[in-house]
């Protein structure tokens, strides 16, 4: 059974820091992309980070390029996303993604809110 499991979200005041996490269970996890999403309410889902693989290369969205920061733990089959100098901006549903064509699997998201 395919899975992926975020955790870390919560409230946390403007410039405060999260990380969150995403654990994957049921298929070869270090074959596969992962990519962050976010979706505020009224708003489509966006990409926020994506990272291969074997974690050789990444990519940012131009919003949080510079505070976040996407990695990977393949022994551990899980992936973080660390959220820097939060914004309220920010606040968002954050889902990980899985893909290798033509597999993609989502997991089931984690609210983030940043907020005073």
């Known amino acids: 059974q395919v899975q992926l499991v975020e955790s870390g979200g919560g409230l946390v005041q403007p410039g405060g820091s999260l990380r969150l996490s995403c654990a994957a269970s049921?298929?070869?996890?270090?074959?596969?992309?992962l990519s962050w999403y976010r979706q505020a309410p009224g708003k489509e889902r966006e990409l926020v980070a994506g990272?291969?693989?074997?974690?050789?290369?990444?990519n940012y969205a131009s919003s949080v390029q510079g505070r976040f920061t996407i990695s990977r733990d393949n022994t551990k089959n899980t992936a973080y996303l660390q959220m820097n100098s939060l914004k309220p901006e920010d606040t968002a549903v954050y889902y990980c993604?899985?893909?290798?064509?033509?597999?993609?699997?989502w997991g089931q998201g984690t609210q983030v809110t940043v907020s005073s």
């Open positions: 993604n899985a893909y290798r064509l033509p597999w993609r699997y």
């Open positions: 049921g298929f070869t996890f270090s074959n596969f992309a």
């Open positions: 990272i291969t693989s074997t974690g050789g290369s990444t």
